[in-house]
T-cell receptor, first 113, second 118 residues
Framework: GQQLNQSPQSMFIQEGEDVSMNCTSS?????WLWYKQDPGEGPVLLIALYKAGELTSNGRLTAQFGITRKDSFLNISASIPSDVGIYFCAGGDSGGSNYKLTFGKGTLLTVNP | ETGVTQTPRHLVMGMTNKKSLKCEQHLGHNAMYWYKQSAKKPLELMFV???????ENNSVPSRFSPECPNSSHLFLHLHTLQPEDSALYLCASSQVEGDGPPGTDTQYFGPGTRLTVL
């Protein structure tokens, strides 16, 4: 089956620093999604990408849909303590099983004030 | 965010109990999903309903039984669970475009039910 490699697994940064995380796959995806999950809560959608090469921002967050359609990255600028949480990437395809999203294992972000 | 709600938020049950998880979406979507999230594992898709019909059952044990009475409500009935079934159960919804199978259009998640099986 399809797999997503998300890295890094965890990050410890100082408040104000920029953060970058990415997901790669051997499979092509038509959709890339980035979610954030706080402890005890469900994932919240941050950014959705639907076109190869697309670069989209949401406040301090920027994400790109890789031109090969096999990768995506998420950048967070000027991190703040409330950025703490687990960030998940998810890839979707429009193939025969096009209702499935494939999720990465997540990046745990810790921000030290 | 109250687009997708789940109840209860926490549930503790014995292996012989029968309980149900409830999900309700207020987004006008026509597809709903059940996921299981265990520690240090990726999200696992359990069931997919599109237009109230089940279109996916990812080899989930029969002790989990889904029900989708309408496009806004989704249930997960639980019986004779095992301790390894303890996890966060997440519901999600999305909008299917066209007449085909559910698309990979953006899924919106509920807050989850934290289930502990003793």
């Amino acid at each position: 089956g399809q797999q997503l490699n998300q890295s890094p697994q965890s990050m410890f940064i100082q408040e104000g620093e920029d953060v970058s995380m990415n997901c790669t796959s051997s499979s092509i995806f038509n959709t890339w999604l980035w979610y954030k999950q706080d402890p005890g809560e469900g994932p919240v959608l941050l950014i959705a990408l639907y076109k190869a090469g697309e670069l989209t921002s949401n406040g301090r967050l920027t994400a790109q849909f890789g031109i090969t359609r096999k990768d995506s990255f998420l950048n967070i600028s000027a991190s703040i303590p409330s950025d703490v949480g687990i960030y998940f990437c998810a890839g979707g395809d429009s193939g025969g099983s096009n209702y499935k999203l494939t999720f990465g294992k997540g990046t745990l972000l810790t921000v030290n004030p | 965010e109250t687009g997708v709600t789940q109840t209860p938020r926490h549930l503790v049950m014995g292996m012989t109990n029968k309980k149900s998880l409830k999900c309700e979406q207020h987004l006008g979507h026509n597809a709903m999903y059940w996921y299981k999230q265990s520690a240090k594992k990726p999200l696992e898709l359990m069931f997919v309903y599109s237009l109230e019909e089940r279109v996916e059952n990812n080899s989930v044990p029969s002790r989990f039984s889904p029900e989708c009475p309408n496009s806004s409500h989704l249930f997960l009935h639980l019986h004779t669970l095992q301790p390894e079934d303890s996890a966060l159960y997440l519901c999600a919804s999305s909008q299917v475009e066209g007449d085909g199978p559910p698309g990979t259009d953006t899924q919106y998640f509920g807050p989850g039910t934290r289930l502990t099986v003793l």
